[in-house]
């Protein structure tokens, strides 16, 4: 199994400005995903990401409020840019296992609580 | 969309099985059933998946109708440490570079209780 950090693990922030967060996975892997839960929801994803290609956003996030880096194989950065209080919001990451190869077992991050004020 | 339903909420006493229900009546063909679980500020964990047929591991047991309509999750002696969301998934059995994701809906919060 896969196991990964994330940081920070919570950040309060002010409306306007921009955080970005970092995932760090023990292993290579191809696939990672960021995911949003907001309070009281389920988890909505945001965007796949491969390494050595663009993401791929999901319908209703878009690349200029949700950057996103894959240098390589074992880690991302996903940006949250000109932060509303709409944006506060539990923020994961999760990786497929590569090793998995016949089914769908994602490894998920603890996850960064961003309040935006 | 998630294509699954899923009751709110359920409880059940410790030590007893905890049978969690879940529809998914327009499933296709080539499409698994996948339950995760969320622990209480932690991210989702995997706990089983299946096709057609019944699946068992270490942490639980997963039932699926014939018709694969409906699955049933089974906690076969549930503790305090199982209360947490559970979430039944359909998802497309992944191929080589095919995107993998999860779809997830509201889920069934399950507590248990003492």
């Known amino acids: 199994s896969a196991v990964i950090s994330q940081k920070p693990s919570r950040d309060i922030c002010q409306r306007g400005t921009s955080l970005t967060i970092q995932c760090q996975v023990d292993s290579q892997v191809t696939m990672m995903f960021w995911y949003r839960q907001q309070p009281g929801q389920s988890l909505t994803l945001i965007a796949t990401a491969n390494q050595g290609s663009e993401a791929t956003y999901e319908s209703g996030f878009v690349i200029d409020k949700f950057p996103i880096s894959r240098p390589n194989l074992t880690f991302s950065t996903l940006t949250v840019s000109n932060m509303s209080p709409e944006d506060s919001s539990i923020y994961l990451c999760?990786?497929?296992?590569?090793?998995?190869?016949?089914?769908?077992?994602?490894?998920f991050g603890p996850g960064t609580r961003l309040t935006v004020l | 969309d998630a294509k699954t339903t899923q009751p709110t909420s359920m409880d059940c006493a410790e030590g007893r099985a905890a049978n969690l229900p879940c529809n998914h009546s327009t499933i296709s063909g080539n499409e698994y059933v996948y339950w995760y679980r969320q622990i209480h500020s932690q991210g989702p964990q995997y706990i089983i998946h299946?096709?057609?047929n019944n699946e068992t591991n270490e942490m639980a047991s997963l039932i699926i109708t014939e018709d694969r309509k409906s699955s049933t999750l089974i906690l076969p002696h549930a503790t305090l440490r199982d209360t947490a969301v559970y979430y039944c998934i359909v998802s497309p059995r992944p191929s080589t570079g095919a995107n993998s994701k999860l779809t997830f809906g509201k889920g069934i919060t399950l507590s248990v209780r003492p």
């Open positions: 299946g096709l057609k």
């Open positions: 999760s990786v497929e296992d590569g090793t998995a190869t016949s089914f769908n077992e994602q490894f």
